[in-house]
């Protein structure tokens, strides 16, 4: 005897419709960047080469974000041409984060800066980083957000210079640099060593002067 019972159905997406919604949580994610190299509202400094803003979850007081204004996805995109352009793009970053620590009246860690690019950015789009020393930020929650600036995942934009022009081109060797997300807690100015963020955190007081 059949079953009187109707067999349950399911709505099927379409394939249009879960491409558009790959599509648009791809181009979400990549795009970020791209979006608000447009964005004014957020834009501190722009010129014919390229544009600065705050990173949006900052890790630091002052954490910026220089990004070139023509599309290139990553360091593995660039070779010794783009030398003037890094060159230009760290003075910039320079510049912009003076202005900034001394309109906010910033001192010692708070006023002092490294320059640098991921090894692995989790964002597309070329930005360098310009970020204060004092790491004091609720948005630095993650033993991979201290690694990624404390460690030599973070690339000085010197180096990056220099190596560029020494061999036209970037290499990252990646496995080594996943391997250093991983590294203990360090406090980048002492040997000491904790076993989570709050504690680091709760150190990192003491640095500040």
Partial sequence: ??????????????????????KSKKSHWSAALSDALDDESVRLYRDDLCTVIRDKFPKAKIHLLVMPNEHITDLKCVNDTHVPL????????????EKIAAKENATGSFAQFRYGYHAI???????????????IS????TKK????????YF??????????????????????????????????????TF???????????????
């Avoid at 060159?87 to 984060?97: D, F, P, R, S």
């Avoid at 020494?166 to 100015?189: F, G, P, S, T």
């Fill in 145 to 152: 957000h201290w690694n990624s600036f404390t460690t030599s």
């Fill in 121 to 135: 950015p989790s964002l597309a789009l070329l930005h360098m980083h310009v970020i204060s020393q004092d790491f």
């Fill in 1 to 22: 005897m059949a079953s009187s019972m109707s067999p349950t159905t399911t709505k099927r997406k379409g394939p249009l419709e879960n491409n558009n919604q790959n």
């Fill in 86 to 97: 890094l060159k230009h793009m760290l003075k910039v970053g320079k510049e912009v984060a």
């Fill in 195 to 209: 076993p989570t963020i709050p504690k680091l955190k709760q150190h990192l007081m003491t640095h500040i002067y």
């Fill in 155 to 192: 690339l000085d934009a010197s180096d990056v210079i220099d190596d560029l022009q020494a061999n036209h081109a970037i290499r990252v060797d990646v496995a080594r640099m996943r391997k250093l997300l991983d590294n203990e807690l360090q406090c980048h100015e002492c040997p000491h």
């Fill in 138 to 141: 609720p948005s630095l929650k």
